[in-house]
């Protein structure tokens, strides 16, 4: 090869390098405790891969090197059949990468896995196709909305979270790249994990389980922020919620509709001291819905619940005549995905 050729060459792989040093900059960096744990155990496998990347391609340098044909050798080389050290050498190099880096992935797994006491728990429900979470410390749901919006989390920065994870229908996967991290919700068997948000910021998250033709569409955002703009954001959301208020069904005669996996209304109202009847309309083919009143968000008692019924049907209950208070309903199918305030009489500020 010429000097001239030479010359014209050697930009390329300096530039292919530069522009690799370059991006490797650009990886997003962990935002959690643990994503950096795993982060962590990514550069050890990394060192590891390269000694044996630059070991096997030491070994065939040397070797291409040292057993060259010479240009006045003609002779044939010699034929071995193999050597019992060369295998030994392989299986013992093997052993000794997996007895390194064996420790490291242990460790590692079980600062993922531990749940330390958490200063933030949240309930996480998927469903085909949302996701919504609950706030049992602050008594506050929020929900998103099958292809129409993604579920908001918002969390303080720096406070270990516990999350309580599970679907109402079929195997979704909770997944947030930036976390490096990701569960399964399982439908009848709850998913507990604990993570501590590090950086401020909004961090994409979606279900990574193919979950019907609604899929691509089930995403949610975790908005991690500072401590005074979460007791903010946490009294904004309760006031929102006493805000809520509707005049009384007339002859207590209440109808909703239930389509593309929400309610028409998110406040029903009875005049107290009678029974009311209910038409639940279910214009979601396939899908089932029921309707349950609650005795608040945090749902630990009952007071009545229809039957689970696909769509698309209408049917008619009849509600028992329920103590003045305000109860919250839902479709115990999807939880606060389909949820609201349903009031009985006046209640007073600070009732249920």
């Known amino acids: 090869m010429s000097a001239t050729r030479a010359r014209r060459r050697w930009p390329l792989p300096v530039a292919t390098a530069l522009a690799c040093v370059v991006m490797a900059g650009c990886v997003e960096q962990p935002a959690t405790r643990q994503a950096q744990d795993v982060h962590t155990l990514y550069y050890v496998i990394l060192a590891l891969a390269a000694l044996v990347f630059l070991g096997v391609e030491g070994a065939l340098l040397w070797a291409i090197v040292r057993y060259r044909r010479r240009p006045d050798d003609r002779s044939e080389p010699p034929q071995n059949e193999g050597s019992s050290r060369m295998i030994v050498l392989f299986f013992a190099i093997g052993a000794v990468l997996v007895a390194v880096l064996f420790p490291f992935g242990e460790v590692t797994l079980a600062r993922v896995e531990a749940n330390p006491p958490a200063v933030e728990e949240l309930d996480v429900q998927g469903s085909q196709w949302q996701w919504s979470a609950f706030y049992p410390n602050e008594g506050i749901v929020t929900s998103g909305k099958s292809f129409v919006r993604p579920l908001v989390i918002e969390l303080p920065v720096d406070e270990p979270v516990h999350v309580h994870l599970i679907s109402n229908d079929v195997m979704h996967e909770f997944y947030v790249p930036s976390f490096l991290f990701m569960r399964n919700a399982m439908p009848g068997v709850p998913n507990d994990f604990t993570f501590t948000p590090t950086k401020l910021g909004t961090f994409h998250g979606q279900c990574a389980e193919f979950c019907g033709l609604g899929h691509p569409k089930m995403t949610f955002v975790i908005r991690v ?19 809520i208020k509707c005049p009384p ?3 207590n005669q209440l109808r909703t509709i239930g389509k593309n996996i929400s309610w028409n209304t998110n406040c029903l109202a009875v005049s107290e001291g009678q029974p009311a009847s209910l038409t639940v309309a279910n214009l979601d083919a396939g899908i089932q819905h029921n309707f349950a009143i609650w005795n608040g968000i945090d749902t630990t008692h009952q007071f009545f619940a229809t039957g689970k019924f696909p769509g698309v049907a209408t049917k008619s209950f009849a509600i028992p005549a329920l103590p003045p208070g305000k109860y919250y309903f839902q479709c115990n199918v999807h939880g606060p995905a389909m949820s609201g305030v349903f009031i009985v009489g006046n209640p007073k500020p600070g009732g249920k």
């Open 225 to 243: 922020v500072a401590e005074p703009d979460f007791l903010d954001w946490v009294k904004q959301e309760r006031q929102t919620i006493l805000r």
């Open 249 to 251: 069904a007339a002859g």
